[in-house]
């Protein structure tokens, strides 16, 4: 396959995330300079400088001038994993994610009707008052509104849902806005209501709260303007 | 965020990905050469190297030393796009990753037996031979399982599972074999009886035939001794 210039500082990159497992980094903490790691793994500065550029690049760490390298908010996690970029941005995109979500999310939301703490159900109740103000208040919610659906998915401990769900929603917002007005009623009832269903631990309540709120949506991206 | 260090190629990658758009290049097409792209660009011929490298990291491009510069065969569907070589390696995580599955999966089979071509169904039963044989011929077969999942995916006409499948099944195995010896009868009836559920077009048939494959995978990460 050619990776020649890959290959280069590829096994470099390797034994940094090896180093960062090992000991446990959590994300935002500060990893060894460049010239200590150079000696640890017994290459150049240079090859170091390049294969911290790689992990910045696959958003693994960030780098602050003057402070220091960093483990990534949410290492490894693609910015646009699914390579959507590429995709046509059309209302079919819009519709085959929408149809994505509508497959997930009412499972997710009754998984965490299931198992949601105090703690997570608190959580969600402030991140759903949050969005009602910003949609109250006239402000885009677009970013707030993925937020409350990865608090769900969060609450339903699944660890591999907890990433995909924002993966899927930020893939959504590269090509359709549903957060029109038409939309922010069902908005406000449906979010309300699947807290309630949370809180309550029910978890069809839950599961056909979330397929009406995602049907309206559908409904809309299929026919705007009626 | 001090992304500093990203910031000064990442502008360039974000140019470069325009033009790719821009000439609808497909997988495997050639790029134009650095030196073509700074002048295109207005910028240095280093930066563009940089530029190149960041999108060789982010997997939209590979480079052939001698050869050139070509779009990727999947062009930014990351390693890892969930970011799971930082999740802790263990059953709990082969679990969170098959409940993704039982709920996805079930439901991409059933919109393949709705909408499958007939060359998709040749394509399936090419696939479902291979694994066959592989199994067989006691050879190692879990990329050839992937393959024929995506197989159906791509059947399904839904744009984003196609990309999603592949992305679930290999952080799958990052953790755990699913293609052990106990495994293989399930494998081979199952994957046999799928493509005759899809050949038929009969999504309830494609539907309780997948959940029932997936479900003897979730038994055997749970007991894997019974």
Redesign the interface.
């Known amino acids: 396959?050619?990776?020649?210039?890959?290959s280069l500082s590829a096994a470099v990159e390797e034994r940094i995330?090896q180093i960062?497992?090992e000991n446990e980094l959590q994300p935002g903490d500060r990893l060894d300079t460049e010239m200590e790691l150079a000696r640890r793994l017994g290459v150049g500065r240079g090859t170091v400088r390049e294969a911290?550029?790689?992990l910045?690049?696959?958003?693994i760490l960030?780098?602050?001038?003057g402070?220091g390298t960093f483990l990534a908010p949410?290492?490894?996690?693609?910015d646009?994993?699914?390579?959507?970029?590429?995709?046509k941005q059309d209302r079919?995109?819009a519709l085959?994610?929408l149809?994505?979500r509508l497959?997930?999310e009412p499972?997710?939301a009754a998984m965490a009707a299931d198992r949601a703490t105090e703690q997570e159900i608190r959580r969600l109740e402030g991140q759903c008052a949050k969005v009602e103000r910003f949609i109250r208040g006239e402000r885009p919610y677009q970013q707030e509104d993925v937020e409350f659906h990865r608090c769900i998915a969060l609450a339903s401990h699944?660890?591999?849902?907890g990433?995909?769900v924002p993966?899927?929603h930020s893939?959504a917002s590269l090509n359709i806005d549903l957060t029109r007005n038409e939309l922010k009623e069902n908005t406000l009832r449906c979010h309300r209501e699947l807290v309630n269903a949370i809180r309550r631990h029910d978890p069809q309540g839950a599961r056909y709260t979330m397929i009406l709120h995602l049907a309206e949506n559908r409904r809309y991206i299929q026919a705007p303007e009626e």
């Open positions: 396959m050619g990776n020649d210039i890959k995330i960062i497992k911290i550029k790689g910045v690049s696959r958003n960030v780098v602050r001038q402070s949410r290492p490894g996690v693609a646009d994993p699914l390579g959507l970029t590429f995709a079919r995109l085959d994610l149809d994505v497959i997930l499972e997710i699944n660890q591999v849902v990433t995909l993966v899927i893939s």
